[in-house]
């Protein structure tokens, strides 16, 4: 019978064991491994059973040669019959379940399409344990970005809730402060804003300075010294070149900046009234100090790159670059148009923007002027924001030219000092080890 079958069926036999040998394991998976055992089961009981192909009656009686022939015959028949059989069988089953049919349809080897639905038929195994995956892994995700993201919300409700009843008990003493002020210069308001605008930040500045100024120019006290940034640097610093800088810092301050901040009120008048009596609410005034402190960003960032221009820097802004180690006074040690351009105007213009009260006004100015003090001082000390950043603009002159350092990102002008130990020292000092001691400099650079 084998012989008597065209090549066709001969084909298909070799398919079929192709389907289940090969595909099964790879695409149709457990479900059709299943389907295959229970059928290759049930084949000696549906066909006609060979004389004896059974073990049991093989060992019970020893059969001849001439009787192992003879019944080599019919076996090797009942076998080309079963297949036969189970060829047709197959197309029975065939007409009661889609799947098998696929596999044993009378169509010759298959066809691309054939592939393409027994791998989609063997998919949704492998799809359901990748999708469980995904879903697991997005779940996690989900508690845990979920659970973090509340614990900030309650964190930070916390904060400003706690801010906001510490600014709201005292807001009313410091509304009834600024009343008393306002009627005692009622009509006279102009006193008031250049007492607030230009005094106190300037008190801020120099007070500050002062404490700064005995350890730069004694040493002393050694706990604040051994937090230098430069090592060896300023150590004291050179009495003719401090009051060098000191006398064009006052210059600055009288000549360039009060002036400006007079020719502000005007304009501040015209957008609204700066000295009016109600003080701003507490989140109003975070909001203005988060806008000041990102136009002076931009501004800042900006109108310094412009004056590193080699055609600007020669005649402006090398005056500020003289120190190559600075000091807090030299944050404001620069060219009077580079004061205008680089260190006023970026101030001034946020207050001018959000039409802000007084107040705020006078917060910002002081503010600014310690920040940039402390850039520039030359100590990274504990508690106070990391002035690694401009000090090493004034080591190396062409990384670093922001406030924030958020441009510098974007515009890759920190590439080199992203490489530094500089770099590493660049977080907010939570102890009292100096971080040159704990993130001490490589012994190549130290020699
Ligand atoms: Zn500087
Ligand atoms: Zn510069």
């Given at each position: 019978m084998n012989e008597a079958s065209p090549p066709g069926r001969r084909g298909r036999g070799g398919v079929r064991g192709q389907g289940r040998?090969?595909?099964?394991?790879?695409?149709?998976g457990a479900a059709s491994r299943g389907r295959c055992r229970s059928r290759g089961r049930r084949e000696p009981m549906s066909g006609p059973m060979p004389p004896a192909p059974a073990r049991g009656r093989a060992r019970a009686t020893l059969p001849s040669p001439g009787e192992k022939r003879a019944a080599a015959a019919p076996r090797r028949a009942a076998a080309a019959r079963i297949r036969g059989s189970e060829a047709r069988r197959s197309e029975v089953e065939g007409a009661s379940h889609s799947r098998p049919v696929r596999f044993i349809r009378p169509s010759a080897t298959p066809t691309g399409r054939e592939m393409k639905e027994a791998a989609r038929d063997s998919l949704p195994v492998e799809r359901r344990k990748q999708e469980g995956q995904i879903w697991g892994s997005m779940r996690r995700t989900g508690f845990i970005l979920g659970s973090g993201l509340l614990m900030f919300v309650a964190f930070w409700n916390s904060v400003t809730w706690h801010l906001q009843r510490f600014w709201g008990a005292s807001g009313y003493f410091w509304q009834a402060q600024w009343e008393k002020l306002f009627h005692a210069f009622e009509g006279k308001e102009w006193i008031l804003f250049y007492l607030g605008a230009t005094l106190i930040p300037t008190l801020c500045f120099w007070g500050f300075n002062a404490l700064l100024l005995v350890v730069d120019t004694t040493g002393k006290p050694n706990f604040i010294a051994r937090y230098r940034i430069q090592e060896g640097k300023n150590d004291p610093v050179d009495p003719g070149k401090l009051r060098q800088a000191v006398r064009l810092v006052l210059f600055n301050q009288l000549a360039i900046s009060f002036p400006m901040v007079i020719a502000l009120y005007p304009c501040l008048r015209w957008r609204g009234n700066p000295c009016r009596l109600e003080l701003p609410t507490f989140h109003w005034f975070l909001l203005e100090l988060t806008i000041f402190t990102l136009i002076e960003e931009v501004m800042f960032y900006y109108s310094h790159r412009l004056i590193h221009h080699p055609l600007l820097y020669k005649h402006i802004h090398k005056r500020h670059h003289e120190w190559t180690a600075p000091i807090g006074v030299v944050s404001l040690y620069a060219h009077p148009v580079e004061h205008v351009l680089s260190n006023m105007l970026p101030v001034i213009l946020g207050p001018l923007v959000m039409n802000s009260h007084l107040s705020s006004i006078t917060v910002w100015f002081s503010l600014a002027l310690i920040v940039t003090t402390i850039s520039h001082c030359g100590y990274h000390l504990p508690?106070?924001?990391?002035?690694?950043f401009h000090d090493y603009h004034h080591l190396k002159f062409n990384q670093c030219y922001g406030v924030l350092g958020v441009l510098d990102h974007l515009h890759g002008t920190d590439a080199a000092f992203k490489q530094t130990k500089a770099y590493e020292r660049h977080v907010l000092l939570l102890n009292f080890t100096p971080l040159s001691e704990s993130i001490p400099d490589s012994p190549k650079k130290k020699e």
């Open positions: 040998n090969g595909r099964a394991p790879a695409l149709a508690f106070l924001p990391s002035p690694e």
